[in-house]
Structures are given as structure tokens and as C-alpha cells.
């Protein structure tokens, strides 16, 4: 086979892989409403331009490598390593592009997010793979869906190989490349003028659309358009671009009289913990607790993510700012108050102090030695394990000095695993399978396994709730119960978290008990920024909060009137009417103006011009601790 009968191998087999590359994105079509005739036409045009594109890395260094061996190198117009090698690179390169668009799209459907700084971050940070709690069943499923594209690839290069050979494999006329060059032409300026016009128009069906396909790279024009005199839909001034620097945190030296009784801390917080769970049937023992304290029902976490809300837990700061932090190893000033103050500290997680990062942020500072991990094959099971050693630490503490203890649980996390004498949802799925479960038919089962799953973490509560109280502890202890954020189960299109600032993937329980504190249900809005302040009043801090978060004591008069929550690349602003998101990382992320219900408004410009000033103070707050 020479040269040139390679190249016409190569011309058919990449192709193919466009109808397999279709085949894989199909699952972005379907995510088309197809009953607006505008965005069917812009998807379908960007589904069959971008299949192209997406095969022009592995296209280019195919063909660029063919031509370095069959002419530079090995010049040999016969050569079986010649040829042996191109399709190595063929059908490795290609198969790399349409598993990564597999897994792309797998992460979409599920999530409702493309592969982005959090996917590399998940793949690639210790502890991160065994955090998402996937199966066996389901990496042998994706096994052998990922073996099945590669061999798949390999059987077309050996079929086309038989087909040349046996001269049944016609080479291509120059008519019809040109006129397929023509139509894909056609059919991405289309898409792409449809795009500026609509981005012009601020029509949001087209935006959304663009951003269902990973890599889309958008066109505008408004700039253009309106030097030439058209009418441009109103654009928010507001930009929350973050720019990383050193920290200068906290602004001011503390300044602290140490109470003359210090109050122990007993800190926990459940993985995807939302608001509606604490409910006399589903956690009725966390529940009755609750009317012994302050119990929270408008409380947002910081983030729909656990770094970010635990980032805001306990350092009271916008989540962008978690890389400075992460970078410089910065541990919040709480826990540096706690040791300064010789607290007896011991922690304990269901997942890894390493993933999250906890071990380089809120806990940086703190030994080794007082990080306890349990990873036992179930979430349920190690958070067992772990509520067992922190009862061993509390029985054997020094009882001369205060202690705080703090929980990670991970029985609400995904698949929601639990043990039998927890289940008050019977019916449940029972095979929780990622490669083969349904979101539209099998939603309603799943939601009854994380219900059965938050009553085994009430189970687990109530072990360290009864300790305290046979112990006589609660005259001396502060007990904090909340979740890192929430989780949605398709009630406004998504299943889980990191996808969208919703009420359910934002809103999370808050128990707060303080020996001496009436109890009281507390129904204005509150957020996780609001905890590191509370805490440091009652270690004594007499800096105003403002020196070293953005948040307000919780048993102080000052009401919030709004909070910001992050995610990777975005910021939502909450408030009591509206929600809105603006991206700070990533251009091609829309900004998103709805009801604080997640309703869709119908006057965005008035929102931007009645809260145009909160907006600037925000971005003003999110670089106040950096020089």
C-alpha cells in the first residue's frame, strides 16, 4: 500500500469518525427545543459544524505525522511501519477525542456542566475519583464503553484496510469535497451570525444553546453594531473579573479576651445536606435537638460545591478567593484562634482531607496527627467508624481545656448508600448504576435513597448528640449541624450539585446550639459567611467582623439583606426577591437574572438598575483581603 492509498484510507476513516463523533454529541441535540424552529435550526447547525471540528486536532496531527513518515523519514511508499505507525496515531488520537467527548457528555446529562477546572481538579487531586462514590458496576460499564470506541476505531482502519485492498475503496472527487467544504461553510456562518444577532438581541434560547455544546466559541458583534448606529439590548456594566494576588488577611491584628469559661465546639456538617431534609420523619432526632437551639430556615450555603461551602464555613469569604488561600496554605483565622487558645482539636472525614483540599486551607495549620480519615467501602460505614473515634477523643480528652471537634459526613453523598434498619423510603432503587440508570424515569426512587440515607445521618447525630448530654457537656458546648450545600433532584432540570444556584443545590440545614442561648426558629435569610464571625465573638475576638470576613454574628441584631454564593467559574447574588449569576471565569458564561425562587424575570435591566450599587460593593468585597 503506498503513500497515497493511505492518505485515501486515512480521507474515508476520518469520515467515519465524524458519524461516530455525531453518534457520541447526539446527546447535546437532544437537549434542543426543537418546538422553536430559530434554535433547532442553530443546533443542528452546530452539532453537524462542531463534529467537524472537534476531529480537526486529531485530523491535523494524523495527517501532519503520515506526511513526516511517509515522506521525511522512512520514504518508503510500501512500508508496513510506515503504515503500522499512522494508524497507531489515527486511531489513538481519534479515540482520545471521542472518549473525552463521551465523558463530557456523560458528566452534562448527570451534572449539567462540561468538563471544566472542577472535572480536572476531581480527576486529578487525591481522593477526588473515590468522592464521586461510582461503582464497580459502573467503572466496568464505562470500561468496556470506552475499550468498545478503541476497538471500534481499530475495526474501521482494518476494514478500509481489506476494502483498499481489494479495490473497492474509490478515491473522492474533487466536486464533492468542494462541496462539502461549501456546506459546512455555510452552515457555521449561519450558526455563527445566528449567535451575534441573538447576543445583540440578548435572546437567551440561542445563549443557552451555545453553551449545551462544550468548545463552543462564540461570535459578537456588539461593539460594531453599535458604532454603526443599531439598537443594542442593555448589557449589565458589572464585571467581577478576579485577579489572584498575595493576601493581606486578616486586614488588622486581632484583638482578644479569651472567655474565663471557653465554650467547647462541636462542629458538623453533612456532604449534600439540604435545607427540607431536617424534618421530624427524616431526621427527627436532629430535629428535636433543634428546638433546643437556633434552627435556620432561610440558610445559604456559600457555594453549590464543597470546596466553596466549606471554604465560606469557615473562613466567612466569597469562594473566589479559595485559590489565594489554597496557594499561600492560609488557614483561617478561626482555627489559628482556636490553637492559639490551645484548644484540644481533633477532625475526622468519611472522604479525604486531601479532597477537598482541606489539608491546605482550613486545616493547614493543624498536625497531622489530628486528622482522622475513615474510607471504608460505604459513606454510612465510615461515618460509623469515624463517630466512634471522635466519642473515643471526647471520653479520653484532657478535661482541663477546651476542645473542638469537627465531622465530615458523607452518608447523604451520591449513590446514598445506607444500612437496612435506616430505610423508611422502601421503595428505592436498588441498583444505583451511573452508565445505565434514567434520569427521567428513575429520579423519584433515587431521591427516596438519599431520604433513607440523610435518616442513617441523623442516626449518627443522635450518637454524638446522646454522648454530650450523658456526659453533661451541653452546659459548655457550642453544637454547629449544617451541610456543605444542598442537592436537586430534577426539580429545576439537574440532578446534584455544582451545576446551578437553585434553592436546592444552595440551601442547607442550620442548627446552632450555645449553652445559655434561648432557642428560637430564625426565618430571615442567613449564610455560611455568617458562622466564622459567631464563633469568633464567643472566643472573645473584639475586632469587628469586617477585619477578617464578609459576614455578621448570628446571635447579633444585624440582618443580611443579601449573600453571594460561588461555584468554579461564577457568582450569584442572592437577595430577598432576585437571584443573579455572573461568571468571573470563562467569557462564554452567560449572565443569568431570575426570581430568588428561580423563576424567569421579565425586567432584567430593572433588577441591574436597582441593585447596581450592591453589585459594585460585591466586587469590592471579593479582592478586600488581597494587597
Not at 451570525?193 to 449545551?212: C, D, F, K, R, W
Not at 473542638?404 to 444505583?432: G, N
Request: glycine fraction near 6%; aromatic fraction near 14%.
Amino acid at each position: 500500500m503506498n503513500f497515497n492509498d493511505r492518505t485515501r484510507l486515512l480521507n474515508y476513516y476520518f469520515s467515519l469518525c465524524y458519524l461516530v463523533t455525531l453518534a457520541v454529541c447526539s446527546a447535546y441535540l437532544q437537549k434542543t427545543d426543537f418546538h422553536n424552529v430559530k434554535t433547532a435550526l442553530f443546533s443542528t447547525s452546530v452539532f453537524l459544524t462542531y463534529g467537524i471540528i472537534y476531529l480537526l486536532p486529531p485530523f491535523v496531527i494524523t495527517k501532519a505525522f503520515h506526511y513526516l513518515v511517509g515522506r521525511v523519514f522512512i520514504r518508503s511508499d510500501d512500508s508496513r511501519l510506515s503504515a503500522a505507525l499512522t494508524y497507531i496515531v489515527a486511531v489513538a488520537t481519534t479515540a482520545a477525542t471521542i472518549i473525552l467527548l463521551y465523558v463530557d457528555r456523560t458528566i452534562y446529562n448527570l451534572l449539567g456542566f462540561h468538563i471544566n477546572g472542577f472535572v480536572w481538579n476531581l480527576i486529578t487531586t487525591p481522593g477526588g475519583i473515590e468522592s464521586m462514590g461510582s461503582s464497580e458496576t459502573a467503572t466496568i460499564t464505562y470500561g468496556l464503553i470506552i475499550g468498545g470506541i478503541i476497538t471500534l476505531l481499530a475495526f474501521l482502519v482494518w476494514i478500509l484496510r481489506s476494502l483498499l485492498y481489494r479495490g473497492k475503496l474509490p478515491g473522492k472527487s474533487r466536486k464533492t469535497i468542494i462541496s462539502l467544504a461549501v456546506v459546512f461553510l455555510m452552515l457555521t456562518c449561519g450558526e455563527r451570525i445566528t449567535y451575534g444577532i441573538s447576543h445583540l438581541q440578548s435572546y437567551s434560547p440561542i445563549m443557552v444553546t451555545a453553551n449545551t455544546y462544550p468548545l463552543y466559541l462564540p461570535l459578537t458583534f456588539r461593539s460594531l453594531a453599535q458604532k454603526m448606529g443599531f439598537s443594542v439590548a442593555r448589557k449589565s456594566n458589572v464585571s467581577f473579573d478576579i485577579q489572584s494576588s498575595t493576601l493581606h488577611y486578616p486586614l488588622h491584628p486581632l484583638q482578644i479576651k479569651p472567655p474565663k469559661k471557653p465554650l467547647n465546639i462541636v462542629w458538623l456538617v453533612a456532604e449534600s445536606l439540604r435545607w427540607d431534609m431536617l424534618d421530624p420523619e427524616i431526621m427527627p432526632e436532629t430535629f428535636a435537638f433543634s428546638r433546643k437551639g437556633k434552627r435556620f430556615t432561610q440558610h445559604y450555603s456559600g457555594g453549590i460545591g464543597t470546596r466553596m461551602g466549606m471554604f465560606s464555613m469557615f473562613y466567612g469569604l466569597y469562594g473566589p478567593a479559595w485559590f489565594s488561600f489554597l496557594a499561600e496554605r492560609r488557614s483561617p483565622a478561626l482555627m489559628d484562634e482556636l490553637q492559639h487558645q490551645s484548644y484540644q482539636l481533633s477532625m475526622y472525614t468519611s472522604a479525604k482531607f486531601s479532597y477537598p483540599e482541606f489539608d491546605k486551607t482550613i486545616f493547614s495549620r493543624v498536625p497531622g496527627e489530628m486528622l482522622h480519615e475513615h474510607n471504608e467501602k460505604y459513606g454510612w460505614q465510615s461515618d460509623q467508624k469515624n463517630v466512634a473515634d471522635m466519642l473515643k477523643f471526647l471520653k479520653k480528652r484532657d478535661k482541663s481545656r477546651p476542645f473542638m471537634t469537627f465531622m465530615f459526613f458523607e452518608s447523604p453523598h451520591a449513590r446514598y448508600y445506607f444500612p437496612e434498619e435506616s430505610i423508611i423510603r422502601k421503595d428505592y432503587l436498588q441498583d444505583f448504576n451511573y452508565a445505565t440508570m434514567s434520569l427521567e424515569s428513575d429520579i423519584g426512587l433515587i431521591f427516596n435513597r438519599y431520604v433513607n440515607a440523610c435518616h442513617h445521618q441523623d442516626s449518627q447525630i443522635k450518637r454524638i448528640l446522646a454522648f454530650l448530654e450523658q456526659e453533661h457537656l451541653l452546659d459548655n458546648t457550642v453544637v454547629i449541624i449544617t451541610g456543605d450545600h444542598g442537592e436537586e433532584f430534577m426539580e429545576k432540570g439537574h440532578w446534584g450539585h455544582n451545576s446551578n444556584f437553585v434553592e436546592e443545590q444552595t440551601r442547607v440545614p442550620l442548627v446552632l446550639y450555645v449553652p445559655g442561648r434561648e432557642p428560637e426558629v430564625v426565618e430571615h435569610m442567613t449564610s455560611h459567611l455568617d458562622i466564622p464571625p459567631t464563633i469568633m465573638n464567643l472566643l472573645g475576638v473584639e475586632n469587628p467582623p469586617s477585619d477578617y470576613c464578609l459576614g455578621f454574628d448570628l446571635l447579633g441584631d444585624k440582618h443580611r439583606e443579601y449573600t453571594v454564593l460561588t461555584d468554579w467559574s461564577r457568582i450569584c447574588y442572592v437577595d430577598q426577591s432576585y437571584k443573579a449569576v455572573y461568571p468571573y471565569k470563562g467569557p462564554l458564561l452567560q449572565n443569568i437574572i431570575t426570581t430568588r425562587n428561580d423563576q424567569p424575570v421579565s425586567d432584567e435591566a430593572a433588577f441591574i438598575s436597582a441593585n447596581q450599587a450592591r453589585l459594585m460593593k460585591v466586587m469590592a468585597e471579593l479582592g478586600k483581603f488581597n494587597k
